[in-house]
C-alpha cells in the first residue's frame, strides 16, 4: 500500500521513527489520522496495544502538537491536527538545530572560545607552527631572530601558498643580515630587543607571551593561546598600532599575483597598493554596503585609485590603523574600508582585486 505523493506506509512509518516516535506511538498515530476523529478504544485496538497504554500514548503525540485528547468526555475520543499545523514545531526545532549546526560548520574557530596558558618554549613553539599552518590570509607575527629559525620553515610555507605574512623581529637591523627574510614574509620590520612575542592568525587566534619563554625550557613567565574571534582583531589592532610603527622597514616583497579574493582586509590593501606603486592599473569587484547601515550588501565593481595604509613605508594613514582602497565607481570616487568600518564611504566583506589592462 503506497499513498499518492508515492511514499509507501513503510516509509512514512520508518521516517516517524527517525524523528524519535517509537513503533507503538507511529501505529497510534497513523490509525488517528486515518479516522481523523476516533474514539480511544478504537485506538488502542488497532494499534494493539492495552487501553491504559494508549491513553499514555496519545497524552505524548499531545505533547508533541500532533494530536488533541478530549478526555472530558465519555468514550474518550482524539482528534489529529492538520498535518500543516502538526509539524510546525518539528519544522521549527529541525531548523533551530540546523541553523546551530551550520554556525559551527562555517565558523568552527568560535566553537571552543579557548585559552591556554603555555610554560615549555617548545610547546609555545610548537603552537605558533600549528596557527601559521592554519593561516589562509594574513599572518601577524613578532618574534625573535632565534625563534625565527625555528618557525622559518611553517612561514616559508604559508607565503609560498600566498598568506600575507606581515613579521617584526625583536632586535637590531644589523642582527638580520644573514637571514633569507624574503622567503619568510611580505614586510620585515626590525624593532627593539625585549619586545613580546606575538602572532595573530585571520583575526581568528593568536597568541601572546614575553619574550623570555622563548629564550630557555624552564620559566616562571607563561604565553597565552588563544582562539577567540573577538579578541584577534584587538590584539591585531594593538600591534599594528603600537609596535609595528615603532620598528623600521627592513623588507617589502612584490610578488602577490593578481587576481586574488580577500575575506580579510588588509591583505587587498597591501597588493593594491604594491601593485599601484608599481604602476599597474588595479581593478576591483567588492562586495559592499554604506557604513553604519543595516543594508544589504551589494555587489559592485570599480578601479582603485588609491590607498591609505601603514602597513608599507611610505606610510600615508592618518592613524595607525587605517586602511582604505578608493575606487573610481560609476558614480564617483567612494572609500571603502574592512568589514564594521565606520570611516569610510563604504565597508566590504570581500574584495577581488584584478591586473586593469584596459587602462
Known sequence: MSRDDGISDGEIRARLEQFGFS??????????VDHGRVKLSVVAEEADVATSYVYELCSQLEADGLVTVEDHQTPAVVTAKPPSEAFERLIGDLEAVREAVAARYEQPEERHGEF???????TFLSRLEEMIDDAEEEIAIQ?????LQDLGPALQRAVDRGVLVLLSLETERETVSDLALDEVADVVRVGVAGMPTFISVDQREGAVAPPSILEWDHTDDAGIAFVQGKVAPVLVGSFLGNYWPMSEEALVRHGRSLPRTYTHFRPAVFDATTHLRAGHDVAARMRIRPVRTAEQFRERSGTVIDVRQSLIEPRDS???LENTLFVEFEDGIRSVGGENGFLEDYETTRVTLMRDDSR
Open 318 to 320: 592618518s592613524f595607525g
Open 143 to 147: 618574534t625573535s631572530p632565534d625563534s
Open 23 to 32: 513503533e507503538k506511538a507511529v501505529d497510534a498515530y497513523l490509525s488517528i
Open 116 to 122: 591556554t596558558v603555555v610554560k615549555s618554549r617548545q
